[in-house]
């Protein structure tokens, strides 16, 4: 046949294969679960295999993208719920990781849904992975599943499930290389596991050997001035009993998870994470025993999250060679949040891609550096345009006082002319209209004034002469004799008579 038949047909093979993985999810047969689903998940691949159900993997795939995006969520859903019987069985380990690897190979028919389910059956199945599994190909198909995973939340996931999906997949990563390096030998070397959006490499140490320089690592050294692994010092002393030395375990990433959240606007984080493990228990704190380079893309205009931000200016990117604001940090198996106070940043160089920013922490994890413009370049930066302000001034002080006064006198001539010409006026409308009141009064009263004939002066003569007459009249004494006159006339000195 050509697929499922279309409409109802589709639905009810769909519900068959549920109703069958639900009668083995509900009796236990986890096994048989697992079994089914690897084989389902093989025939949704482009390559079916050569003998078994080769038919039904060439019906698979001849099928439409939505229903193989059916089956796979079908299989995750019934899969992620014996995540539990998974990690109960030492047995279901290898087949448990095979499925899930076999469900994310097509990262475009990976549903948001699903991938919880996948993480909590990768995590179950890793669990129970010992050397023999990892070493037939277990730490492969772990490290095969995460790329698919990564490149599925990247390009359709939201960056919470994205973080989510990167941190189960490297936690599972992380268990079964611990497997895997656990059995190697110093005289096989370094051994790498690359694929694109993850890079590993794993060795183990000689009994007297005191470090490690990653730059000499082909998975490392084909990245210069990237983010990876830098240097690890080692105490011989603190090696694990035995005639081999400590085991390690590099891991070069391209995405990150939950990254430590920037204050400033123009923070910038670094270009993936690095991480250094130790296989064993030697060496699990020194003294910035363990190094990482990191890019810190201070040129470009993107943020973390792809976002446009305004870029970085020249005294900040000065500041950031300078290692001000500089942060290094480590995340250790187990935590759930980033630490800084188990890092420094030992140098801060300039390269064509932004600064490398060298780390040096006490113990292993994984490592990423941020860096936010310090709050000093805020005054500094305050003060200096003061200065270029102030330097302004007093260069241009002659021209601007010059300038200041003739607007001022040109101000008061003008204002001095507009006020004269409305006091004038006032002056002008106040006297119209006293000359129109005094005018309007005097008409009126006008009419009463009336001409008379000029007035006889006799009387007025007649009386004056009496009034002179009665006045001389009474000047005479009114004690004098009738007939006497006044004044009497001089009487004789005495003695006169008697001669």
């Not at 990876?228 to 891991?251: E, H, L």
């Not at 003294?287 to 020249?314: E, F, K, M, N, Y």
């Not at 006297?431 to 008409?443: G, H, K, L, Q």
Request: glycine share 10%; with cysteine.
């Amino acid at each position: 046949g050509g697929g499922p038949p279309p409409g109802g047909g589709g639905d009810a093979a769909m519900n068959a294969l549920g109703n069958a993985l639900s009668d083995m999810a509900g009796t236990g047969n986890t096994g048989g679960l697992i079994t089914a689903s690897v084989m389902i998940a093989q025939g949704l691949e482009a390559e079916a295999p050569a003998s078994g159900n080769a038919s039904a993997s060439r019906r698979l795939l001849g099928s439409s993208a939505a229903y193989r995006m059916r089956t796979r969520r079908l299989l995750l859903a019934k899969m992620g719920g014996g995540a539990d019987a998974v990690a109960a069985s030492p047995r279901l380990g290898a087949s448990g990781l095979s499925s899930a690897a076999g469900l994310s190979q097509r990262p475009s028919e990976v549903e948001p849904q699903g991938a919880d389910s996948l993480i909590a059956v990768l995590n179950a199945s890793s669990i129970n992975i010992d050397t023999v599994a990892a070493h037939a190909g277990g730490l492969s198909t772990a490290v095969q599943t995460m790329d698919s995973m990564a490149a599925a939340a990247k390009a359709r996931f939201s960056r919470d499930k994205l973080h989510a999906v990167i941190r189960g997949c490297m936690e599972t990563v992380e268990r079964v290389a611990r497997a895997y390096v656990s059995s190697m030998l110093p005289a096989q070397g370094v051994e790498c596991i690359t694929r694109e959006g993850v890079s590993l490499s794993l060795q183990r140490l000689t009994k007297d050997a005191t470090s490690v320089d990653f730059a000499s690592i082909p998975c490392t050294a084909s990245l210069p001035n990237r983010t990876a692994p830098q240097r690890v010092a080692v105490d011989p002393n603190a090696s694990p009993s035995g005639a081999y030395g400590i085991s390690i375990i590099t891991f070069v990433l391209q995405e990150n998870w939950l990254p430590p959240t920037l204050s400033h606007p123009r923070g910038v984080l670094s270009e993936g994470v690095a991480g250094i493990i130790f296989g064993s228990a030697g060496s699990s704190s020194c003294q910035g025993c363990v190094s990482s380079r990191h890019l810190l893309p201070i040129d470009s205009a993107h943020s973390d999250s792809q976002t446009l931000r305004r870029g970085l200016s020249a005294r900040e990117k000065e500041a950031a060679l300078k290692g001000d604001g500089v942060k290094c940090w480590q995340w250790v198996s187990g935590d759930r949040i980033w630490n800084s106070d188990t890092c420094k940043a030992s140098s801060v160089a300039k390269i064509a891609s932004g600064a490398s920013v060298m780390c040096e922490c006490s113990s292993g994890g994984y490592f990423l550096a941020t860096y936010e413009p310090p709050a000093y370049l805020w005054f500094t930066g305050n003060i200096a345009n003061m200065v270029e302000v102030g330097r302004y001034f007093l260069s241009s002080a002659i021209p601007i006082g010059f300038t200041l006064a003739t607007a001022t006198v040109v101000a008061g001539v003008v204002i001095g002319t507009l006020r004269i010409r409305i006091l004038v006026r006032r002056f002008q409308a106040f006297a119209a209209y006293s000359t129109y009141t005094w005018t309007e009064r005097f008409t009126q009263t006008l009419s009463t004034l009336e001409l008379s004939p000029e007035p006889d002066p006799t009387p007025y003569y007649a009386a004056r002469a009496a009034y002179i007459a009665r006045k001389k009249r009474d000047a005479v004494s009114p004690t004098a004799p009738p007939g006497a006159t006044w004044p009497p006339p001089p009487s004789a000195p005495p003695g006169d008579d008697e001669g």
